[in-house]
């Protein structure tokens, strides 16, 4: 055993002094030393119930004859953080994340490893630090939080008017920051804003729809690193308990039988998981997580890849914010199992991956059904012909840029206008609250990028703010930042190289003409070279936003977007 190294050995009495410290017996510590990553704390909803699962690991791992250690780690809420500096900071945890547990694991000679993240970051930096432990490894998410529900009678009817008895429609975290663009624009009250406040969150978990950390989790099981289930039971539901307690006992299984990370984490694991990801339509913010952890893999994931899988794979469930379905239906409809089976009978999987189960997708497989094939369409039958996610490279954006595609109404997948340009997220968001932006504008916010940011702040709040006003259909907007996976609408960003790289975005100016067409997979700046060039002479880059602490440091070693936005 790893472990051996800290534990056996006259020359190792010191170390087992420490354990014995801690309470731990002689008996206990001939047992493998499973490391569990931990990032409960009370500031994240979908992390302030990890404890419970926590104990469930623990659990497992006793019955199945290991010794569990539990450590914490840090973690950002997107949703807090959002709109002021604290977002900036959200990017950059993912590698602090990956590096802590890096070190803990290695330091103390663990044999293997349980990940219990749950938002956001959290689960591409853990799964970074699975990739580059290659220990054997699973994970087990916190789940996702069930959707919100209004009373049947919202919004308030006419006195005239019979209260409707159907319930309405659910609702969730996206809801109240479209809902507050609807009180700016006037189509809404403060007291129904209030209601949609109370109600739009009514649980613990990962906020409900198909945003960041619902894609992440879901991912990480079609990947092979979760156990059937991780991506899509709810939080509260006692099947999330005790499908902890499985996630613990099949680490000692996986020990046993030396699966490690690197044996799941191939390069047609990546594939599979892509294509999940086109089914699903899950956040622009997967390309930056799998791209990096694919780095760590030592697997190249080029972004003409992404496009390749796109344009083959259906889209197969139209799940908030670009549907009606939420990731609770996702589950009692068969959840990532039932999606990976349909694609599957397509030819779209690899079916000989191995995952934690310590079996292959084919074997997997094999008990799976699509309960409701509204929420997981047949492949004969999607909500689109083409996956979820698009690439647009042209004179704007070089190395490219990323799309929600089937988060974009149809009359805006091509769409030609002038730029209103924004040097942040702050000055967008002001004008757009004040009704600055009109029907056919292209909103550009520039200086957001991994390194202009610094930290590449997602744009939930002027996106929500667009729609909420009505003006998703008639807006564009482009940025060297990212986005919630909350966004929807022709949201465009990672647009790379970024501003701060010298990149085209920066020499944009009031007025210009911008040009998208998604289909066709390009965006241009409809300016000429010798124009462009002009500028480029003359442009003189601004100074950094921030200068001191890790923000400051982590902008001097960030790649570029369309690298994964890893540390050099």
Do not use: W
Not at 95 to 102: F, H, K, N, R
Not at 228 to 239: D, H, L, R
Not at 450 to 457: I, L, N, S, Y
């Amino acid at each position: 055993m790893k472990s051996d190294k800290i534990k056996q050995g006259i020359e190792r009495a010191p170390h087992r002094a420490l354990f014995k410290a801690m309470g731990y017996t002689d008996f206990e510590l001939q047992k493998p030393l499973i490391g569990i990553a931990n990032s409960a704390n009370t500031i994240i909803p979908g992390h302030i119930h990890l404890d419970t699962i926590k104990d469930a690991v623990k659990a497992g791992i006793y019955m199945a004859g290991g010794l569990p250690i539990e450590f914490s780690t840090i973690g950002v809420c997107d949703g807090i953080a959002m709109s002021h500096i604290g977002m900036k900071y959200s990017l950059a945890s993912r590698e602090l994340i990956a590096d802590s547990v890096e070190v803990m694991a290695v330091a103390h000679g663990f044999d293997a490893m349980v990940m219990i993240p749950n938002c956001d970051k959290i689960v591409p930096g853990m799964l970074m630090a699975a990739a580059r432990l290659d220990l054997p490894t699973i994970f087990i998410s916190g789940g996702p939080m069930l959707a919100g529900r209004l009373p049947g009678n919202f919004p308030a009817k006419k006195p005239t008017e019979k209260p409707t008895e159907k319930p309405t429609e659910k609702i969730d975290l996206v809801s109240v920051f479209e809902a507050v663009g609807a009180v700016k624009a006037g189509k809404m009250s403060e007291a129904e804003l209030a209601l949609i406040e109370d109600n739009a969150c009514p649980t613990c978990g990962s906020c409900a729809g198909m945003f960041t950390a619902n894609s992440m989790n879901c991912l990480t099981e079609a990947i092979g690193l979760g156990l059937p289930g991780n991506g899509t039971i709810p939080a509260v539901m006692a099947s999330r308990v005790r499908l902890a307690k499985m996630a613990g006992l099949q680490i000692m299984e996986l020990l046993k039988q030396n699966i490690s990370a690197g044996k799941i984490l191939t390069k047609k694991a990546f594939y599979n998981a892509l294509t999940v990801d086109m089914a699903l339509g899950c956040s622009t913010n997967t390309v930056l997580h799998l791209t990096a952890i694919a780095k760590e893999a030592g697997i190249d994931i080029d972004l003409d890849l992404i496009n390749e899988i796109s344009k083959k794979t259906p889209h197969l469930c139209a799940l908030s914010p670009g549907g009606p379905h939420h990731i609770e239906d996702l589950d009692q409809s068969g959840g990532i199992g039932a999606v990976i089976n349909e694609l599957d009978k397509a030819g779209l999987i690899h079916q000989n991956c191995l995952t934690v189960t310590g079996k292959s997708i084919k074997n997997n497989l094999r008990a799976v059904k699509n309960f409701n094939p509204e929420v997981i369409r047949k492949t004969s039958n999607p909500y689109h012909t083409q996956g979820g996610l698009a690439v647009l490279f042209g004179n704007l954006a070089p190395e490219g840029c990323v799309v929600k595609q089937t988060a974009v109404c149809d009359k805006m997948l091509r769409h030609k206008g002038p730029a209103r340009v924004f040097e942040s997220e702050e000055e967008a968001t002001t004008a757009i609250m004040a009704g600055k932006i009109k029907k056919g504008d292209v909103v550009v916010i520039r200086y957001e990028g991994p390194r202009g940011g610094p930290g590449m702040q997602e744009m939930l709040t002027p996106t929500s703010a667009i729609a909420g006003m009505g003006l998703d259909s008639h807006v564009a907007l482009l940025t060297d930042g990212r986005f919630s996976g909350g966004t929807r609408g022709a949201s465009i960003g990672h647009i790379s190289p970024e501003a701060m790289q010298k990149g085209p975005l920066a020499l944009v100016k009031e007025n210009d003409l911008i040009q998208i067409d998604i289909p066709a997979k390009q965006i241009s700046l409809l300016v000429n070279d010798k124009d462009l060039q002009i500028r480029q002479e003359g442009f003189v880059l601004p100074s950094p936003k921030i200068t001191t602490g890790y923000l400051a440091r982590y902008a001097k070693v960030v790649s570029s977007a369309s690298k994964g936005a890893t540390i050099k």
